[in-house]
């Protein structure tokens, strides 16, 4: 059974940072791509970053480039995203994805983010 439990969402001012992780069970992680996307209000789900190839490889949406970093711990099965200079836009349900190989996608609960001063 896939389970994908998510923490670290939460309020922040403008500029600040936060860092969500995502603890994963229930599949192979070292070979899953594990990404992370998010809905901001009145809008749909978009992708923001992902890690695959054991986390040799990443990829990023480019509003997020140079200021997100996604990491994964392969040894404890977990991914995080570090999002630094969060502006007020930055605020939406983030998603833990996870896409084993072989099987289909699996989403998180969704930790929301709140940027406000």
């Known amino acids: 059974q896939v389970q994908l439990v998510e923490s670290g969402g939460g309020w922040v001012q403008p500029g600040g940072s936060l860092r969500l992780s995502c603890a994963a069970s229930?599949?192979?992680?070292?070979?899953?791509?594990m990404s992370w996307y998010r809905q901001r209000p009145g809008q749909v789900r978009e992708f923001v970053a992902s890690?695959?190839?054991?986390?040799?490889?990443?990829n990023y949406e480019n509003s997020v480039k140079g200021r997100f970093t996604i990491s994964r711990d392969n040894a404890s099965n977990t991914v995080y995203l570090q999002m630094n200079s969060l502006p007020f836009e930055a605020a939406a349900v983030y998603y833990c994805?996870?896409?084993?190989?072989?099987?289909?996608?699996?989403w998180g609960q969704g930790p929301q983010v709140i940027v406000s001063s």
């Open positions: 994805n996870a896409h084993p190989l072989r099987d289909h996608a699996y």
């Open positions: 229930g599949f192979t992680f070292s070979t899953a791509a």
């Open positions: 890690s695959f190839n054991g986390g040799r490889s990443t």
